[in-house]
């Protein structure tokens, strides 16, 4: 053993961070009946599949303190001007009352996808309120919660427009007026499946007729506020699709897209209090006209009933469509950005309709004061219609204003042909704009410059109010909304509370050193545009980390750009899309993917245009090698990749995983290794060396970035060196030479919550690395042991060991007792807990991943729930209740069950909430009963309830 454990070390990181003590271990083990840890290993991975040395390149485990210490070097190195780039990004002042206790909250952060509606109400409903923020301000109907970034939302607009739109063009037109990362994502995104993107002036060049949709950007990228009513209309006419992208800030002013006629609205909620962070996470938003609604990607929260019939949130419809649709689906999006997309909301719940109405009148005011001081020094800007953004065309003077800035601390945004943007945001003071004009060469006082006339156009000024619905009135005091957060957090369960042992999503401990980094000022206020020589901190903190994925992977090169899991699987398959094409191989389109798979895993496939063929899996829920080897063959000239997860889905590392990688090289295919798993292999083997030419890697499952109650995360890819010229590039880093184009907006995708991921390693160390997987790997197997004889784990491999999740079986207790697979995951909140993840992979079964975080009493206090379940199926299967009188059935038990004046069931009111003699006083309270599925989906309802509140009492 280590000296990591001994008895008279201090406590470091790595001991905190693994939740069972030395002499837990050892009691593990013995459960398990193994000798050690690494014998444990030997039995659990292959031999030909282990690594042989440690892990080296991130040193020796550091303290809290000194990876902090690091961090703050780190972060010192980063330069925070004032940054008046635009493009997308604009300065915010996040309330601190939400920075705090949403941001910085646990109760908050380290939430799950609401997938158990009963003990995510309080998300549920701040994401309500964000649906129904997105749809006043944009005059649609249906908003979702919520897309990954601007760019990619448009992508995502533009799948749906091909979707339902009625003309059969393949030609999508963009507007020449959107950002360039945007158009930059859509061209990317369109490319493999064929379709045309034409780039242009939507007012001269846009034939309706000849397109299957068009996004507009509103206001323009360089300031314009356009009437879009014409070209939208000509769209309609031609039975095309119309998408605009909206800045929400905007929108509180001006005449919502919704009213100009479009079908969709796309933008970023990032300026509603959510910090740049060098280019992320901020949430973006989709709302589409009611007759898209389900075409919508991502997620949708609905208003359903419970059992007792009263309203009560849920994700709704298509909640993950590439689940149900898998290869047809028109999106891989999977985690998007929760945790955003409610502090987005809280913004406007704290500034209600008047305050943000407020923000934009004062941010434009300032803008027109702006412009016109600008005029008097001989710099009218190029159009007279804007909201906050103005161009102007300084020619060769262009350097030395740039320079003056500089001295200023101020970034503006470099146009082509010798023009300078300039942006102003909430934050802008006038001592800013006097910068500003400094920089322009000219010493103005703000208070003697007279605003410049009516910058917005008459016809499109807003005329109902933002936002109508009595929640965005209801909380402006501070106290006020400090209890509503308390309130929404209170009837969650999260990883603050209980053990989330969820199967291939790797709940496991944020660590608060880890999450401090994150809203410093020098990680949180960096422009993703800003000239490189002031984020070299970030750069420095980007170098560290992909060196130490490398070691960690074996693979030979590491892009940072994917925000998600789903997003890292797409530009995967493009780079060997890429590499394929660039060896005259372009034809190669077959992707071969197990029937096992995550759905994320076919969506992508079809979004690079691959044809997924579905591969069998054997009774042991291994890859079939018969089949694999049958159709790699049968598809030789045409295989381009086998997308495969490992340590699988079922829980097992295959023995046979090196012959299978074997098998698609052969026939020329190039191995996707799903690493959305990678906490089983971490320090104990590497995918870039036993076959696999790329894989993910989810940072928000195996290297500790929160969940966020559903994002934010990061899904940065690893590759082999063949397949490095081929990572996704980015105009503003490349100028869009690359071979492959951008998946996402930012560079660097969600860089501000990289931190995270790094003060993990560096507090690890090596060692502490590849403890936390042995760890892992034994709590799964505990599990797997003390429930063996109550449910059965259905996959093993042949020395009866599991990797670092198991799959336990209860469909034969719904053949003899009745009981679902729903009724043990509803009854488990009654014990306090979690639900396992459900019917993923198998259907009907639960799988259990318990991660080296859990402490050996909470592992213990989850199976002792599990086997009082089981108990009361026995009193079923016995006779003592009818499985729709059992406590099972009528779970989860609320308060409202205690407080009915008659109890006429056939268990008593304690079994009912305080099973198995759990403690009273710790007891979690479920606000609501079980919630009906299918009213939800029949009665679709997608924004806050109380509708006949909805009257003009608003400002
Ligand atoms: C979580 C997961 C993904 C998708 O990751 P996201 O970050 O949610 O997009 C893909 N594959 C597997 C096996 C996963 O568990």
Known sequence: MTSLHSASAPRDFASRHIGPSPEEIAAMLKTVGADSLDALMAETLPADIRTPGPLTSMGAACSEVEALERLRALAARNTVFTSLIGQGYYGTHTPLVILRNILENPAWYTAYTPYQPEISQGRLEALLNYQTMICELTGLDIANASLLDEGTAAAEAMAVAERVSKSKSKTFFVDAECHPQTIAVVKMRAEPLGWNVVVGDPETELRADAVFGAVLQYPGTHGAVRDLRAPIAALKAAGAISVVAADPLALCLLTPPGKLGADIAIGSTQRFGVPMGYGGPHAAYMAVRDAIKRNIPGRLIGVSIDARGKPAYRLTLQTREQHIRREKATSNICTAQVLLAVMASMYAVYHGPAGLRAIAADVHQRTR?????????????????????????????????????VAEKINFRLVGDGALGISLDETTTPAVVEAVWRAFGGQLAYADVQP?????????LRATPCLKHPIFQEHHSETELLRYLRKLADRDLALDRAMIPLGSCTMKLNATAEMIPVTWPEFGNLHPFCPPEQAEGYRALFDDLQRWLVEITGYDAVSLQPNSGAQGEYAGLLAIRGYHAARGEGHRNICLIPS?????????????????????????????????????????????????????????????IREICDITHRYGGQVYMDGANMNAQVGLSRPGEFGADVSHLNLHKTFCIPHGGGGPGMGPIGVKAHLAPFLPGHPALDGGTAPVGPVSAAPFGSASILPISYAYILMMGGDGLKRATEVAILSANYIAERLQPHFP?????????????CIVDPRPLKDGAGVTVDDIAKR???????????????????????????????LDRFCEAMIAIRREIAEVEAGRFAVEHSPLRHAPHTVHDLADAEWNRPYSREEAVFPAGIRREDKYWCPVNRVDNVYGDRNLMCLCPSPEEYRDSAA
Do not use: W
């Open 369 to 405: 004061v702006l412009a016109a001081g600008l005029a008097q020094l001989g710099f009218t800007p190029r159009d007279g219609r804007f909201f906050d953004t103005v161009t102007v065309d300084v020619g060769a003077q262009r350097d030395a204003i740039v320079a003056h800035a």
């Open 452 to 460: 410049a006339a009516d910058a917005l156009p008459q016809e499109l």
């Open 596 to 656: 096992s798979a995550h759905g994320t895993n076919p969506a992508s496939a079809q979004m690079v245009g691959m044809d997924v063929v579905v591969v069998d899996c054997d009774k042991d829920g291994n890859v079939d090698v018969d089949d694999l080897r049958a159709k790699a063959e049968k598809h030789g000239a045409n295989l381009a990749a086998l997308m495969v997860t490992y340590p699988s889905t079922h829980g097992v590392f295959e023995e046979r």
């Open 793 to 805: 784990v259905l996959y093993r491999n042949h020395n009866g060991r599991v990797a670092h999740e």
């Open 828 to 858: 488990l909140i009654d014990y306090g807990f979690h639900a396992p993840t459900m019917s993923f992979p198998v259907p009907g079964t639960l799988m259990i991943e318990p991660t080296e975080s859990e402490a050996l009493v909470e």
